[in-house]
């Protein structure tokens, strides 16, 4: 998401606090020899890509969020808390550029999906024009669907789409 350097401390501390959270499930995209396993301990292999959620809630910011989104979208607040009644947040995506569009993405994905558990599954990630870039092509081509778009979270002035995948509607493993 090309978040400045500045925010690196914090969005690894946010991190940190989400590998805690109830439900959490993570994936790890390792670059390897081909005759050597996979192993995170190992520092010459390399990261390229990583995505994790757990069960949402009501205690998140994001919720409470998505809550004022769906509530302005003209929800009631009994059907915004219902529609954010059994959800995982998928918090993360992200995938080296350079290693976009080799089908990184896709595996980390599914292999985060199939750890989560909940009804439905929600994201947010960046509007782009015409939906144009790797992320939003993953999520379409996986099933997500609109929930809000053009949304500003209220820490960030960049439009959002909150994205929904339910149980079972997965396109793509």
């Not at 192993?39 to 994001?62: H, I, K, N």
């Not at 969020?65 to 959800?87: M, N």
């Not at 809000?148 to 820490?155: E, H, K």
């Amino acid at each position: 998401m090309q978040y400045p350097r500045t925010a690196h401390l914090q969005r690894r501390m946010l991190w940190s606090n989400c590998s805690v959270r109830p439900g959490f499930a993570s994936a790890i995209a390792l670059e390897h020899p081909v005759d050597v396993p996979p192993e995170p301990a190992d520092r010459s292999q390399t990261a390229v890509g990583v995505a994790f959620g757990y069960l949402g809630d009501d205690s998140t910011w994001w919720y409470q969020e998505v809550h004022r989104g769906l509530r302005g979208g003209g929800l009631s607040r009994d059907e915004a808390t219902s529609f954010l009644s059994d959800y995982d947040e998928v918090s993360e995506v992200h995938v080296r550029p350079g290693r976009q569009g080799h089908g990184v993405g896709r595996r980390l994905l599914g292999c985060l999906l199939d750890q989560l558990t909940s009804g439905q599954a929600l994201l947010s990630t960046p509007e782009v024009p015409d939906e144009d870039n790797a992320a939003w092509t993953l999520y379409r081509a996986t099933g997500f669907r609109d929930v809000l778009r053009n949304f500003r979270f209220g820490s960030d002035p960049r439009p959002f789409g909150v994205l929904a995948l339910d149980r079972g509607q997965r396109t793509m493993s």
